[in-house]
């Protein structure tokens, strides 16, 4: 946990008894962390070490705030734009083809859909993720993408 005047920023999973079941405990998930070092991408609560990722600040050139959608609702995802050449992270999209990352995100850099994470079982605070950027990376921008309306 941060100091409340720190300008680091965590968001966690909210705890469930599937945490217990899959052998993590009940102890708290980072989700997303923003610090000096970089960005931390938690992994999916069941494989959460599996796909934990560090994403050092000298390969971000920018983060991305973007939407999936589906037949509900949709789905948020934050990413990271990373400078080309950088090395491939672990990650539930780590297996998904161009061409179904395509069809499932249109509007999306294949290498961010790649570098990206749901943002579901926790929640985004966009100021705090923004006023955490400018202050560890303030040439980084944060992004908002929409997707074009399909046919």
């Known amino acids: 946990m941060t100091d409340a005047n720190s300008p680091v920023y965590e ?11 899959s052998g993590s405990k009940w102890k708290k998930l980072v989700a997303l962390r923003v610090d000096g070092e970089g960005v931390l991408l938690g992994g999916a609560p069941a494989r959460y070490d599996a796909q934990l990722a560090h994403v050092p600040w000298s390969d971000i050139t920018s983060i991305v705030v973007w939407h999936q959608r589906t037949a509900g609702n949709g789905i948020n995802y934050i990413g990271v734009q ?61 992004l908002v993408y929409s997707q074009p309306h399909l046919p």
Request: charged share 20%.
């Open 11 to 21: 968001a966690y999973f909210v705890r469930t008894p599937f945490q217990l079941l």
């Open 82 to 142: 990373r400078k080309p050449g950088a090395p491939v992270l672990p990650g539930m999209n780590r297996g998904v083809s161009r061409e179904r990352a395509e069809n499932l995100a249109p509007h999306v850099d294949y290498e961010l859909f790649l570098a990206s994470r749901p943002i579901n079982l926790w929640r985004l605070d966009p100021e705090r993720l923004q006023a955490a950027v400018d202050a560890f990376a303030p040439q980084v921008p944060v």
